[in-house]
T-cell receptor, first 111, second 115 residues
Framework: EDQVTQSPEALRLQEGESSSLNCSYTVSGLRGLFWYRQDPGKGPEFLFT???AGEEKEKERLKATLTKKESFLHITAPKPEDSATYLC????????????FGAGTQVVVTP | DAGVTQSPTHLIKTRGQHVTLRCSPI?????VSWYQQVLGQGPQFIFQYYEKEERGRGNFPDRFSARQFPNYSSELNVNALLLGDSALYLC??????????????FGPGTRLTVT
């Protein structure tokens, strides 16, 4: 059975304190891995897609990496506006549109 | 360009009632997917429609149904509402172009409360 697990569940950071979020997955075949940011009461905001092991993508203070078993979202020198829940999702090769999400990591960045 | 739009924003219904949620995808996107998100959890896949045909169905009871219209907008219908149907319902659209990307872009969601 396909599984997506995110850790930690919650993360509290001081402004400027870099850290990493983990998304481990067990799937029969990976079509793509997606990272989203979600603010309370709003829809997820697309951040990155990673398609193959070794791939990396960057956007401002965020960098996503992918291996054959897990993905990391690195937050470098975070600011309070980076506070959100970060969701990881996988799309398997037997589907075009069924994203399977982890439970998310809630990140709080304090000044 | 406008993003994915959903209506209504909030909805309060009583157990046993029926509800219809609406979604308009990003212009040019032909695929729409529906998700249910309960507080503290990641979204759970309900349906995917592409070119007006159902292309995927999640593990939800038959009380849940959906359809896609010729303009690619979509409706999600839920019959015989239960308290456990209270959640944020999310619609996502995707271009699903051959050989290209599979990104899904989400709308703001409809918050459904069943009392």
């Amino acid at each position: 059975e396909d599984q997506v697990t995110q850790s930690p569940e919650a993360l509290r950071l001081q402004e400027g304190e870099s850290s990493s979020l983990n998304c481990s997955y067990t799937v029969s075949g990976l079509r793509g891995l997606f990272w989203y940011r979600q603010d309370p009461g709003k829809g997820p905001e697309f951040l990155f897609t990673l398609y193959s092991a070794g791939e990396e993508k960057e956007k401002e203070r965020l960098k996503a990496t992918l291996t054959k078993k897990e993905s990391f979202l690195h937050i470098t020198a975070p600011k309070p506006e980076d506070s959100a829940t970060y969701l990881c999702a996988v799309l398997t090769t037997d589907s075009w549109g069924k994203l399977q999400f982890g439970a998310g990591t809630q990140v709080v960045v304090t000044p | 360009d406008a993003g994915v739009t959903q209506s209504p924003t909030h909805l309060i219904k009583t157990r046993g009632q029926h509800v219809t949620l609406r979604c308009s995808p990003i212009s040019g996107h032909k695929s729409v997917s529906w998700y249910q998100q309960v507080l503290g959890q990641g979204p759970q896949f309900i349906f995917q429609y592409y070119e007006k045909e159902e292309r995927g169905r999640g593990n939800f009871p038959d009380r849940f149904s959906a359809r896609q219209f010729p303009n690619y907008s979509s409706e999600l219908n839920v019959n015989a509402l239960l308290l456990g149907d209270s959640a944020l319902y999310l619609c996502a659209s995707s271009p699903l172009l051959a050989g290209a990307t599979y990104e899904q872009y989400f709308g703001p969601g409809t918050r459904l409360t069943v009392t």
